[in-house]
């Protein structure tokens, strides 16, 4: 691939949008032109930034394997190892050090792939040095966020005193609120997606709740209280349940009941999974999916884009549902980069005919650009906010 400009005309950084973060944070930058390494680290190490520069992708590696990097940028088109192998190898030593793919125009193909391989975001040639220092200082975010919460993890690995005692007052508390979703087309009611909500202090919100139940043992009495209670108050008009699923729930046989209460609804339900790890080590996944469908639950991928969900779970699952994280549809009528990804995505999805519903919408401006990517379905604060059966809809 030739490569191009090196950097695009652009305000001086002194005026980016881009700030350095409070303590320094080291950047990998691994590009076979000297010239743009250059060039990226002048603009970082002005923001405070520690900037490391490797010429080829061994050496990037070689400076990664010591530890204490925050932020890794990589060209796409390189001699050797191109960035999405150098983007595979990095995520075998570190899986949580964020990625920033730089590369001209990307095609659809490869946009897919890095999602999948887990890229934190593109970076278009010739880079802006705007956006580029914006993007940086996310990802630094980001990665510590990432620090925070394995730190928090390990905290409960240590099976803290008590945390028995809270999960069964949680589970005995747990209730659940109801959140719109819409068509895109016209704001009417497609479905509501059954969400889980708890009163107990000591594991204040669903992800310390899951949390809790994977180091206790306890998902699958997590996941019949939550299919229990989902279906308590029928939807309106039989619009469609949405029921998160933890992957472990597909081994619970309770879940492939049609007496149960959430098999009483199973025509209308639509399961929703997220993975949180590799599907491909449950046992008789084809087999199972193939009896919930028999039951008349159809089958949506949660959170595709967000790390955990991409191309290897909806391979598998062959969903009727796709849901776009977030982090792919916030302030995406602002970015170009997400524009594409989003239309190539809903393309893909369509092409198999499932239905793609944008999830975190919270402006008017978000919901026009997403509904003419190409999504089907709008989920978010614009529309409604999670509630007792069942809230308004905004439109």
Known sequence: MPKKHLMSSSPSPSHSSGSAPPLPARVLVIDDEEAV?????????????????????????????????DV??????????DGLQVIKLVRELDLHVPVILMTDLPSIET????????????????????????????????????????????????????????????????????????????????GYEALMRLEEPGLPHPGAMLSAAEKLGRTADLGRVVRERAPAAATPDGAALFVNLHPEDLLDEQLFEA??????????????????????????????LARLRKLGYRIAVDDLGAGYAGLTSFADLEPEFVKLDMSLTRDV???????????????????VGAQVVAEGIERAEERDVVTELGCDLIQGYFVARPGRPFPKVNW
């Open 111 to 190: 946009v897919m792939k890095a999602i999948n391989q887990g890229a934190f975001r593109y970076l278009t040639k010739p880079l802006n040095p705007e956006e580029m220092l914006t993007a940086v200082a996310r990802a630094v975010v980001a990665h510590k966020l990432s620090i925070l919460k394995r730190q928090a993890a390990a905290l409960v690995g240590r099976e803290p005193p008590g945390l028995l005692e809270s999960f069964e007052r949680a589970l005995k508390g747990l209730w659940i609120a109801y959140q719109p979703i819409v068509r895109s087309c016209d704001g009417s009611v497609f």
């Open 333 to 351: 009528d602002k970015d170009p980069m997400r524009q594409r990804i989003v239309r190539s995505m809903a393309a893909l999805c369509k092409e």
């Open 37 to 69: 390494g250059t060039l990226v680290q002048r603009l970082l190490a002005a923001r405070g930034y520690d900037v490391i520069i490797a010429t080829d992708a061994l050496a990037g590696l070689k400076a990664l394997s010591g530890g204490g990097t």
């Open 259 to 288: 007496g149960a209460p959430l098999g009483l609804v199973a025509s209308t339900t639509v399961l929703e999974i997220t993975e949180r790890a590799t599907l491909r080590d449950l046992h008789k996944l084809p087999e199972r």
């Open 72 to 81: 890794i940028m990589v060209d796409l088109a390189m001699p050797r190892l």
